[in-house]
């Protein structure tokens, strides 16, 4: 049975049950985070929460939880849930009003929810056994305001479903000077000469977890130099590898753009390095 936590209490999930007029579900006026958890062990449970902070800050949700409550909410759907490989979903929404109004209302109890679900087991550092994303393009028909982790998802929903409905795991979105911002749900990368290369942190992408960790830990080892700078359309297009990073993914390799291969069409060198120093760095966040 899956154990979820609403407002306090811990409940099998489809007890789970909220106001329609909660603003998470009639505004998408809410925050969210998924911390991903590998046999009990979570993965970057600070940073997580500390960007969950952040997003409640920028939308002027008062929300009077600690860290220490927070882990204690994850340790508890870890252990209700069995300690396999886990997403454990947190959800802080601006809560349920007395009517539907676009103004922020006053005296709202915000609304939390977390529950745990079950991911692909981390990637494992051999090439032969990586799986091989494809993706789509797309020009990003988003908001200017995506380093919020905004509970709002309708524009990274369309955007992943032009890449799935063409039969790909994901589509990397360009702005509207063609630069790379992100993929629907994940930060984006290329390779080329070595050097790993992804968009610097503004309101066109999320700040994800994944990246920060990925960023540090390369850095900190130095064998593979790593710059934050635009990336061009033409770049993606002649990169010699690309990647998608995110919490249930770690590092994902791309093998395939728009039916094209990535340079060789296999997975790559730098990939196999990153992946092997994430796997023994990941902990340490
Ligand atoms: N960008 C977007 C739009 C996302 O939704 C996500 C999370 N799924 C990411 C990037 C990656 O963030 P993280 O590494 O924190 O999971």
């Known amino acids: 049975?899956?154990?979820a936590f609403l407002n306090g209490s811990y409940l099998p999930l489809e007890e789970a049950k909220i106001s329609p007029l909660?603003?998470?579900?009639?505004?998408?006026?809410?925050?969210?985070?998924?911390?991903?958890?590998?046999?009990g062990k979570m993965v970057g449970f600070a940073p997580h929460i500390e960007r969950m902070n952040s997003g409640l800050s920028a939308i002027g949700i008062n929300l009077d939880w600690s860290q220490s409550d927070w882990q204690d909410l994850c340790t508890q759907l870890i252990e209700k849930n069995g300690s396999g490989n886990l997403g454990i979903y947190l959800h802080v929404s601006r809560g349920a009003d007395s009517k539907r109004?676009?103004?922020?209302?006053?005296?709202?109890?915000?609304?939390?929810?977390?529950?745990?679900?079950?991911?692909?087991?981390p990637p494992i550092a051999d090439k032969a056994l990586a799986k091989k994303y494809t993706v789509s393009t797309g020009r990003d028909l988003r908001w200017e305001r995506c380093q919020i982790k905004s509970t709002a998802?309708?524009?990274n929903?369309?955007?992943f479903q032009q890449g799935y409905d063409q039969?790909?795991?994901?589509?990397l979105l360009?702005?509207?000077d063609n630069q790379l911002t992100e993929a629907s749900s994940c930060n984006a990368y290329i390779v080329k000469n070595g050097v790993v290369i992804t968009p610097p942190l503004n309101n066109q992408l999320l700040p994800g977890i994944t990246r920060q960790l990925l960023l540090d830990i390369l850095r900190r080892d130095g064998s593979i130099p790593v710059e934050e700078r635009i990336v061009t359309m033409d770049e993606v297009r002649n990169a010699d590898e690309a990647w998608i990073t995110s919490s249930s993914k770690e590092i994902g390799a791309v093998v395939e753009i728009d039916g094209e291969p990535v340079g060789n069409g296999e997975v790559g060198d730098i990939w196999l390095a990153a992946q092997t120093l994430y796997t023994a760095g990941k902990y340490n966040y």
């Open 174 to 176: 360009f702005n509207a």
């Open 153 to 155: 998802l309708l524009g």
């Open 157 to 159: 929903v369309l955007h």
């Open 22 to 39: 909660d603003r998470g579900f009639l505004f998408g006026d809410g925050i969210y985070e998924v911390v991903p958890s590998y046999a």
């Open 1 to 3: 049975m899956n154990i």
């Open 167 to 171: 039969g790909n795991d994901e589509t």
């Open 101 to 121: 109004f676009h103004g922020f209302p006053e005296n709202v109890t915000p609304t939390v929810f977390a529950f745990a679900f079950d991911i692909a087991p």
